[in-house]
């Protein structure tokens, strides 16, 4: 029988190896591929720091988020990680916090872009007290954090966002398809939770949905809950 024991995977471009384990679920959600492979956190922040080191462009989630909030926006981060998107938004002049659940991607984002304010919290539980600041004009949601979530708690973090964001505000999410959570179900959750969706793409550089349909890009704006 399967033991679930750990392979690994070598990238040849960023030189980094990622390491997978069997998980007990087809489609786990981040915190529980941690729990069963603790090394997946700093894989991670390895192989974004490979990117950036490597000169790869790290900014198309930024340059879409920008296009749409006036200069010096307050700014959330979902899902920061190792806070890539967080750094570049803040570089184009943006008032920028990221969060993450991950204690390890939020260390490594506190060691890379030390003049940046990160913190541990659980999108589905956020609240701006956590954020210490008056409602944002924009969320960036990237990196697949979406279906990373639990499944129960996936409205909840759509809605949690929603209660952060004043009204006319921001939301940019992507995500990958074949992980447990369909596109049509994401757009129903953030339906009810109060977001309008504005636009769809398949990609940060906002090309159509027929380009690749096995991801999506979506701009949101805040109205009132359904």
Do not use: K
Request: glycine share 10%.
């Amino acid at each position: 029988p399967d033991d679930g024991s750990r392979r690994a995977t070598h990238d040849e471009e960023t030189g980094v190896t990622e390491p997978t384990r069997e998980s007990r679920r087809e489609n786990p959600s981040w915190a529980e591929w941690v729990s069963e492979d603790p090394t997946r956190s700093q894989w991670y922040v390895d192989r974004i720091r490979a990117m950036a080191a490597r000169g790869d462009d790290l900014g198309g989630e930024a340059r879409l988020v920008n296009a749409l909030v006036t200069p010096g926006s307050r700014i959330l981060d979902a899902g920061c990680g190792p806070g890539r998107v967080a750094a570049a938004l803040s570089a184009l002049g943006h008032d920028v916090v990221g969060v993450d659940l991950d204690p390890v991607l939020i260390a490594a984002a506190r060691e890379d872009h030390p003049s940046l304010r990160f913190e541990v919290v659980d999108l589905a539980r956020l609240s701006l007290d956590d954020l210490d600041v008056t409602p944002l004009d924009a969320i960036v949601c990237a990196g697949n954090v979406m279906p990373f979530m639990p499944d129960d708690a996936r409205r909840d973090g759509l809605a949690a966002m929603r209660q952060c964001v004043r009204d006319g505000g921001r939301l940019a999410v992507g995500f990958g398809a074949g992980r447990g959570y369909t596109f049509e179900q994401f757009f129903d959750d953030a339906d009810a939770a109060g977001w309008r969706l504005d636009a769809r793409f398949s990609t940060w550089e906002m090309r159509s949905p027929a380009h690749d349909d096995g991801f999506v890009v979506a701009v949101f704006t805040a109205v009132a809950p359904r």
